[in-house]
């Protein structure tokens, strides 16, 4: 009977309550969650499966490899189904692949679980988004999306610290335990509260070829391509962060671990903010004009981090003012660049905003992949791979930004 109600809520056009917007945040943390909370146990698992240093990584590449693959699939179903029954499934999904790793004994069982495991996970991160797109567009939905990220923000300053919080006093596969629970608490949520926003008549039956087909025509919208390029480069330069802030902050300008977890939490934080700021005045200032500030912002920011770290200011001596400041301003602008683009390269897709998320998704996630396997190739006792990096991922979303601007203003 609770599911019933939930299907049969409805939602005022441009409004989304809190509780929701609450609810579908922690439905888009599952990927970070996943992700960043067993990062610290890699030393423990490579002793635990007798694989050798690194072995780890492996299941690391499983994970965004089914992230990549689901994503791109749970769009489809979305729009045929709608948005409740493939997040049901997902979560479902989710929760089977961590119970699995935390059951498994040898790497190659864990790492197929993992892969599982991303396999319905993706739906958290895809669904939500198609959710917003229901519900809202343009400066309403920039609002509601800048409120989605403030909740999915969070995660990454917790998950890094509530990983290592388990590794002090139980196993490893208590993180995946604690992931299955979370799991179990998202199926509950979404049966008993989440309304279904796609209405029966809306949904869209189509064979194979034809959901290829749509994917092609979603591509060949500049504005989506355009907007997704900004959103993927930015994804690019914040893995190029994370992968390099644990050697830069610990290795190189000698942090300790706590001290770290306190700059990686304020970092974060200043993301959060700007997420806020951007949805408190995107009605006055406009969605375009945030995103080209937030492009600017990070530009500048990342041009003065490369150029303090090739002259040698950037290190150990001021760490705080040299390293974590222009850092800070890089991730602040985030906050105005992320939701803004995301809501324009959905706007002119009200027919298959799942499709269009489920690409938007895997075009992000691929393109910030990349960053990732950079790092690991330009990895250095040195802030230089990370600074050029960053400043690769700000080249990009300046010249797919470039290409926005282009477009006729109808587009």
């Known amino acids: 009977m609770a599911s019933s109600a939930a299907s049969g809520r409805s939602l005022s056009l441009g409004q989304m309550p809190l509780w929701m917007i609450l609810l579908l945040g922690a439905l888009s943390a599952v990927g970070p969650l996943s992700t960043d909370m067993y990062l610290p146990a890699f030393p423990t698992l490579d002793a635990a499966f007798g694989r050798g240093a690194g072995s780890a990584q492996i299941t690391l590449g499983a994970w965004f490899a089914g992230l990549a693959v689901g994503q791109f699939t749970q769009g489809p179903f979305s729009d045929r189904f709608g948005r409740r029954l493939p997040l049901l499934v997902g979560m479902s999904i989710f929760t089977l692949g961590s119970a699995g790793c935390a ?4 790497l190659w069982s864990f790492t197929a679980f993992r892969f599982i495991a991303a396999l319905g996970g993706s739906s958290g991160m895809v669904i939500p988004r198609a959710v917003v797109r229901d519900v809202a567009t343009g400066p309403q939905g920039a609002r509601i999306m800048s409120q989605l990220m403030l909740v999915l923000g969070v995660v990454p300053i917790l998950a890094p610290t509530l990983g290592g919080l388990v590794l002090s006093i139980a196993s490893w596969r208590w993180i995946f335990w604690i992931a299955t629970a979370y799991g179990v608490v998202s199926i509950t949520a979404v049966a008993t509260c989440l309304p279904d926003t796609l209405p029966v008549e809306q949904r869209l039956r189509l064979p194979a070829i034809e959901v290829l087909q749509r994917y092609v025509n979603i591509v060949r919208d500049r504005s989506f391509l355009s907007n997704t390029c900004i959103c993927g480069f930015a994804t690019f330069t914040i893995f190029a ?106 706007a002119s897709h009200a027919r298959h905003a799942g499709s269009a998320s489920a690409l938007l998704g895997t075009l992000q996630f691929s393109l910030g992949s990349l960053s990732g396997i950079a790092m690991g190739i330009l990895a250095t006792n040195s802030l230089l791979p990370m600074a050029a990096v960053v ?19 109808s587009t």
């Open 103 to 106: 059951l498994s004994h040898d």
């Open 241 to 346: 962060y994370l992968s390099g802030a644990p050697v830069a902050f610990e290795r190189i300008l000698h942090f300790s671990p706590a001290g770290f977890g306190v700059m990686f939490g304020i970092n974060a934080a200043c993301y959060i903010l700007c997420t806020q700021i951007n949805a408190h005045i995107v009605h006055r200032v406009g969605v375009g004009a945030l995103l080209d500030f937030g492009i600017w912002l990070l530009t500048g920011a990342a041009l003065v981090f490369l150029v303090l770290v090739l002259t040698g200011v950037a290190g150990a001596g001021q760490p705080v003012a040299f390293v974590s400041v222009p850092i800070a301003v890089l991730l602040a602008s985030m906050g105005f660049i992320t939701p803004n683009a995301a809501m324009f390269a959905l």
């Open 391 to 409: 400043c690769c991922g700000a080249l990009g979303i300046t010249l797919a930004n470039l290409g926005r601007k282009r477009l006729p203003a």
